[in-house]
C-alpha cells in the first residue's frame, strides 16, 4: 500500500518476480481524501488496509479500514466515525482472520493528541 500524491490510497499484490497481480486505487476524490495508515495481511491472504479520511458530515477526519481477498476483490469496508471530530487511522495487524485498527484523536486547533484507540474488526 501507499499514498497517492493527488490523494487516495493504492493497494496490491506482486508477484515474487515484482509483476502486478492486482491493485486498486481509492479514496483520491475530494470528499474522500484518503490517506494510508497501515498494511497487513491475514492468514487467509487477505489484505488489510486502514488509514484516514475526510467525514462528510462534519468536515473532520475518520478512520476507514478496507479488506481486500486474495484476488483483489474488495471482501469489506468500514468507516469509523467517533468524537471528536478528528480521528486519524495509524495502522493495521491481524491475528488469524480478525484485524485490529490502531488509531489516535486529536485536536489540531491544540496541536495535541487526545488519546489512543485499538478497534477490533472481525473478519
Request: charged share 15%; proline share 2%.
Amino acid at each position: 500500500g501507499a499514498d497517492l500524491k493527488s490523494g487516495g490510497i493504492w493497494a496490491g499484490q506482486l508477484s515474487t518476480a515484482a509483476s502486478p497481480v492486482w491493485h486498486h486505487t481509492w479514496g483520491g476524490d475530494k470528499s474522500i481524501r484518503a490517506k494510508l495508515g497501515g498494511v497487513a495481511a491475514d492468514s487467509l491472504g487477505r489484505l488489510w488496509v486502514s488509514g484516514s479520511r475526510v467525514d462528510g458530515s462534519d468536515h473532520g477526519r475518520n478512520v476507514f479500514v478496507r479488506r481486500y481477498g486474495a484476488s483483489g476483490a474488495l471482501h469489506g469496508s468500514l468507516t469509523i466515525d467517533l468524537a471528536p471530530r478528528w480521528v486519524e487511522g495509524t495502522a493495521i495487524a491481524t491475528l488469524g482472520t480478525t484485524g485490529f485498527a490502531t488509531g489516535r484523536a486529536y485536536s489540531p486547533a491544540h496541536s495535541a493528541y487526545l488519546r489512543g484507540h485499538v478497534w477490533r474488526v472481525n473478519g
